[in-house]
């Protein structure tokens, strides 16, 4: 696979901020807790995270749509775009929506 210096350069500046976070005790307890937190209020278990630039961003509607492997779809506002979870509306999957540079998810 090759990929471009760009995105290259936008990986390593994602992995380094994850690394940053991770790599220090009181901002990984920080991270982990935040995470646990989450975890413990949702209903539901989480099929996976999704990041905004994964999504298309629908103009009729107003907000930001991932296709689900169900044939479904989910649906954010984009005013609830960060750290939201979002139910398919077709069949019983959940997706966390995060920004790419939201490696803390809250700071």
Do not use: P
Not at 14 to 43: G, N
Not at 58 to 63: I, L, P
Not at 79 to 84: I, L, M, S
């Amino acid at each position: 696979m090759i990929c471009s210096s760009e995105s290259g350069v936008k990986k390593f500046l994602e992995v380094d901020a994850a690394w940053k976070v991770l790599s220090d005790q009181t901002s990984r307890r920080h991270y982990d807790m935040k995470r646990r937190e989450q975890e413990l209020k949702q209903d539901w278990t989480v099929d996976s995270t999704v990041y905004l630039q994964d999504m298309t961003w629908d103009s009729d509607e107003c907000e930001y749509t991932y296709c689900c492997r169900c044939g479904g779809r989910f649906s954010v506002s984009k005013e609830e775009v960060d750290g939201v979870l979002v139910c398919c509306d077709t069949c019983s999957l959940t997706i966390f929506v995060a920004l790419n540079d939201n490696i803390e998810m809250s700071k």
